[in-house]
């Protein structure tokens, strides 16, 4: 019986005199569970569309709630999400020509639209209060919550402004690739706060 006592001692002192794992990394890659996102953020995006960015950060960032966008955003993050977009738009007429430019501004569109995060389900996220650089933003919002008030109208009338903006700029599948931005079922307002809609925790950034 004491030697098993000095064994598991040993034990515990080894466990606890171990590196620790940092799972720091692991929660701050959660958001947004739904993933609607992944359609549209692709390495294309990154890596082609969005370049030469200066102090723009990842476009994972524009999808966050409000405080977390902000501390990336000088405080407005509201706006980084449509911001991001219009850089995108912006350089790809500058340095882009053909299928590239239009594959880029047709991506910019539909990361445009994406659902925000919110704190709560049925939580509306904050609209830009700046209009758009690019005239193929004007008519762009984010999807909302589906839990939120007016839905599911408030989709609905994103999807058909993403559909008619690809459209307008020469892309063929534009009913389905404005599907691809479409959000997650709602979640129970007040008591849920939406991860059983959620795909998954998975990296992002």
């Not at 171990?18 to 992944?38: G, I, T």
């Not at 692709?42 to 524009?62: A, H, M, Q, S, Y």
């Not at 919002?141 to 009338?157: L, R, S, Y």
């Amino acid at each position: 019986m004491y030697t098993s006592v000095l064994y598991l001692a040993a034990a515990i002192v080894a466990i606890n005199a171990a590196p620790q794992p940092n799972y720091s990394r692991l929660f701050k890659r959660q958001v947004p569970q739904e993933h609607s996102h992944d359609k549209t953020i692709t390495n294309d995006f990154r890596d082609k569309c969005f370049v030469e960015r200066g102090t723009l950060p990842d476009p994972i960032f524009g999808l966050l709630g409000d405080k977390a966008a902000n501390e990336k955003h000088n405080g407005d993050g509201k706006c980084l999400q449509q911001d991001i977009a219009d850089f995108v738009i912006t350089n790809a007429k500058a340095k882009m020509t053909g299928e590239e430019q239009t594959n880029c501004i047709a991506l910019a569109i539909m990361y445009r639209s994406l659902e925000r995060n919110t704190n709560t389900v049925g939580q509306k996220s904050t609209i830009c209060d700046r209009a758009p650089k690019n005239p193929e933003l004007a008519t762009i919002t984010q999807h909302q919550d589906p839990a939120a008030e007016g839905q599911p109208k408030i989709n609905q009338d994103v999807e058909l402004a993403v559909a008619a903006a690809l459209a307008k700029i020469g892309v063929k599948d534009f009913v389905d690739k404005a599907k691809l931005t479409a959000t997650f079922p709602p979640g129970k307002q007040a008591t849920d706060r939406g991860p059983k809609n959620s795909q998954g925790i998975k990296e992002v950034i």
